[in-house]
Nanobody, 120 residues
Framework: QVQLVESGGASVQPGGSLRLSCAAS????????MSWYRQAPGKERELVAV????????NYADSVKGRFTISRDDAEKMVYLQMNSLKPEDTAVYYC?????????????WGQGTQVTVSS
């Protein structure tokens, strides 16, 4: 059974930090590209950060560059998002995504999301 379970969301003040975690199971984690997405109320889901297999390629949305860091631990089947200098506009539900293109087909797994609220 495929599972992605996010944790670490919380309410923090502007300027604070959080570390989100995503625990993967039920699939071959090492061959999947892992990403964090977020969705704020009334907005579309957007890509926040992506890390390819073995961490060979990492990219971030312009809005979080220099503040967020994505990482993965293949041995533990975990992916993390370290979020620093949080801003109110970072408030959203954050989702973990696993993606693989195989034989021309896209395979996507999603977690249930974790709420991040940045407010004074």
């Amino acid at each position: 059974q495929v599972q992605l379970v996010e944790s670490g969301g919380a309410s923090v003040q502007p300027g604070g930090s959080l570390r989100l975690s995503c625990a993967a199971s039920g699939f071959v984690f090492t061959i999947f590209r892992m990403s964090w997405y977020r969705q704020a109320p009334g907005k579309e889901r957007e890509l926040v950060a992506v890390i390819t297999t073995t961490g060979g390629y990492i990219n971030y949305a312009d809005s979080v560059k220099g503040r967020f860091t994505i990482s993965r631990d293949d041995a533990e089947k975990m992916v993390y998002l370290q979020m620093n200098s949080l801003k109110p506009e970072d408030t959203a539900v954050y989702y973990c995504n696993a993606h693989l293109t195989l034989g021309g087909k896209n395979i996507d797994y999603w977690g249930q999301g974790t709420q991040v609220t940045v407010s004074s």
